[in-house]
């Protein structure tokens, strides 16, 4: 058994065994991210008020609501006999190494934990807001904001070797997610010299979770995902009562009692004082009840496939390790639970293949998929344990997924997804590289750095419409219009261009229409998913396009803002506000990041809807979400990675943000290993 680490610090785990793989990659991982791990754990386990204090108690009533743990328990009992064993023993890796210790099912609450509001519940949350908010109008309200009108930012694409310079495929991607420091993702190659169990692997992996999930390259077979954006979740209007010590919830069949239990929250008040906070956790024949309550104006409950299931399908993670062929790889997905992603495979066999994975719930035969309204618990509910067997697959010689309506079929699993401007752009910018000669790995990493803002057409067209401007709107008209469209880091004219378009917003949001829509009615935790203008900003194009929406003239609107952008000083350049700002702990739960732990602050080119989709806040700011990892999977062996900081957690490290120049340039760095085509097994 070794542990040895490349030129970027990052970890090559040795050993004659699987699970003597596991324990090692465990020690690996605690020995460079210990903090991490304590605040993973912590996460997971609705305990981060303990450290953080008040700031951190929203997210640990959450975490206990939703039965994060209670999850994690019958998902390791759902496992089979061979993968619990190899959770145990990564666990044990870990607990060589930290403190305070993991039990056997830590690392499946903190994978469940990494992907609790990475669905689309909150999205539902939010409409239902507007429904109650904007009065009569707003169910145009909700049309105009829902067609694909979800945020996104993943990449991933896969090209057959028939376009290939080395004549096999490449899987090539960039997940993205909020940037943390240190970053979700570690980088990690697995190398189990077992002579009958042999595999050499190397991928990324959420720190607290063994093996290799989302992104490996197993020598002879690659694969990347992004999030597929289905339907899965179903949030639930709860009519409860309390009745002495027991809580009522009336359903279909009349009231009948609720599971419930209270838990004590420990919340630091100073450096050695504590303060007991109780969190009543309920649990109706529909799910949690997440957010309020019986002594509340409301009570919602979550419905999500792993509740339902009791599983998050992680046996998954032995046969994507041991995978020799696309087959394979598809086979071992074939019992993925959450989140339902689309996978990208390619092997050097030739076969190329974009597939959904994951469990999407049947809805009513007949029904429409639920649009807006939460569905009411005196109604038949929606959400059945029947699953869609028929999940959208399809092969090519070149497959683009970034978070869209891929093909036809994606109506089986959802209805709202990213909208097409970055697959667009990416299947343009692959067509041109074909056409100038064969693909490689350099070329490909190229596009995942592509800064076109196509998404803006439609306010540049807008623009070229407005007549009659005084002379500083008309010179900026004139400048914008002959533009490159590119939001370069050094760009003036690409600060100009976010300028106009968040003045832009700010006109659209005054619309009386949407009087008190742009709150959280849930805190600060949900706050997010209910930004009024990031809403408008990704609904742009089609608020431009309609005619007097929310009883706003669009011709108006943008001739306000080059007109006010046209009065005011010069912007620098755009990347002087659009920097890279990797959060801590501490910054994501809204305190100060304790001395010496923050990380560079580089600056950033890409805007939301470019393929290199850096989210800006408010449109104009720093960027906190983005690419949170990219990597270039090519079978001939010149594989390409990259992470936004480095390999350690240690902030006294040198690997722990030796990469993130390189990252924020959007550049890639060469893999060491795995074997090429599967040799030297």
């Known amino acids: 058994m070794t542990i040895t680490r490349d030129a970027w610090g990052i970890p090559h785990v040795q050993a004659g065994s699987v699970l003597e793989l596991a324990r090692e990659q465990g020690r690996a991982t605690a020995e460079d991210r210990p903090w991490q791990l304590e605040v993973e754990r912590r996460r997971a386990s609705g305990t981060c008020a303990e450290v953080f204090g008040p700031a951190a108690l929203e997210w640990d009533l959450l975490a206990r609501r939703a039965l994060i743990v209670d999850t994690a328990r019958r998902a390791y009992a759902a496992l089979s006999e061979e993968s619990a064993a190899f959770f145990s023993a990564y666990v044990d890796g870990l607990n060589e190494v930290l403190s305070r210790k993991w039990e056997v099912w830590t690392p499946l609450a903190v994978f469940a934990t990494q992907h609790l509001l990475f669905s689309t519940f909150p999205s539902k949350l939010w409409r239902d807001h507007v429904l109650d908010t904007a009065g009569p109008e707003a169910a145009e309200c909700i049309d105009l904001f829902r067609t694909e009108g979800l945020p996104g930012g993943s990449n991933a694409f896969a090209v057959s070797g028939t376009l290939t310079e080395s004549g096999l495929p490449i899987v090539v991607g960039d997940p993205h997610r909020v940037i943390e420091a240190p970053g979700c993702y570690a980088q990690v190659r697995l190398v189990c010299t077992d002579p009958d169990d042999a595999f050499d692997v190397s991928g990324l992996t959420f720190v607290g979770v063994p093996g290799i999930q989302h992104f490996g390259h197993a020598g002879s077979v690659a694969w990347g995902i992004t999030n597929a954006v289905a339907d899965t979740d ?22 009948a009692p609720v599971a419930r239990r209270v838990e004590l929250v420990r919340v630091r008040t100073g450096d050695e004082t504590f303060e007991a906070h109780e969190v009543e956790v309920l649990v109706t024949d529909r799910g949690p009840v997440i957010l309020g309550g019986p002594d509340a104006d409301v009570a919602v409950s979550l419905r999500t496939p792993p509740s339902v299931l009791g599983d998050l399908g992680l046996d998954a993670i032995l046969p994507l390790l041991r995978s020799r062929t696309a087959a394979d790889v598809t086979a071992a997905f074939d019992g993925w639970v959450a989140p339902v992603n689309n996978l990208m495979v390619a092997d050097t066999t030739g076969h190329v293949e974009h597939r959904v994975v994951g469990r999407v719930p049947e809805r009513a035969t007949g029904a429409p998929r639920p649009r807006n309204r939460r569905t009411s618990t005196k109604k038949p509910a929606h959400f059945v344990p029947t699953w869609v067997t028929d999940l959208p697959s399809t092969t090519g010689s070149i497959l683009v997924s970034a978070n869209d309506r891929a093909t036809p079929e994606f109506a089986r699993i959802g209805d709202d997804f990213a909208r097409p401007f970055r697959a ?3 299947r343009e910018r692959l067509t041109q590289l074909a056409a100038s000669g064969p693909l490689t790995p350099e070329a ?91 809403r408008i900003r990704l609904a742009l194009p089609s608020l431009l396009l309609a005619d007097k929406p929310l009883g706003v003239d669009p011709l108006q609107v943008v001739a306000a803002a080059l007109d006010q952008v046209a009065h005011q000083p010069e912007p620098s350049a755009w990347g002087t506000r659009h920097v890279a700002v990797p959060l801590t702990p501490h910054e994501q739960f809204g305190l100060a990041a304790p001395a010496g732990s923050a990380a560079p602050m580089p600056y950033l080119a890409g805007d939301e809807d470019c393929v290199l989709a850096t989210r800006a806040l408010g449109g104009i700011g720093p960027c906190v979400h983005g690419p949170v990892a990219r990597f270039v999977w090519d079978l001939a062996g010149d594989s390409r990675w990259v992470v936004p900081l480095g390999a350690s957690g240690n902030p006294v490290s040198p690997h722990h943000h030796d990469q993130q120049q390189t990252w924020a340039a959007g550049g890639t760095l060469p893999l060491t290993g795995p074997a090429p085509r599967g040799e030297d097994r």
């Open 234 to 255: 179903d949030v639930y209007d709860e009519d409860l009562v309390r009745r002495g010590d027991a809580v009522l919830a009336r359903g279909t069949a009349g009231w």
């Open 444 to 534: 490909l990493a190229s596009v995942l750095a592509d800064v076109k803002q196509t998404a803006g057409a439609a306010l540049l067209d807008t623009i070229a419409q407005l007549v009659d401007l005084d002379g500083p709107a008309d010179a900026l008209r004139t400048r914008l219009l002959g533009w490159d469209r590119e939001m370069a880091s050094d760009s003036v004219d690409a600060a100009l261009f976010a300028a106009v378009r968040a003045a832009a917003v700010d006109g659209f949001a005054a619309a009386p229409v949407l009087d008190g829509v742009d709150s959280s009615p849930y805190g600060d935790l949900f706050a997010p998913w209910f930004d009024l203008r990031g």
């Open 424 to 426: 667009d752009r990416i």
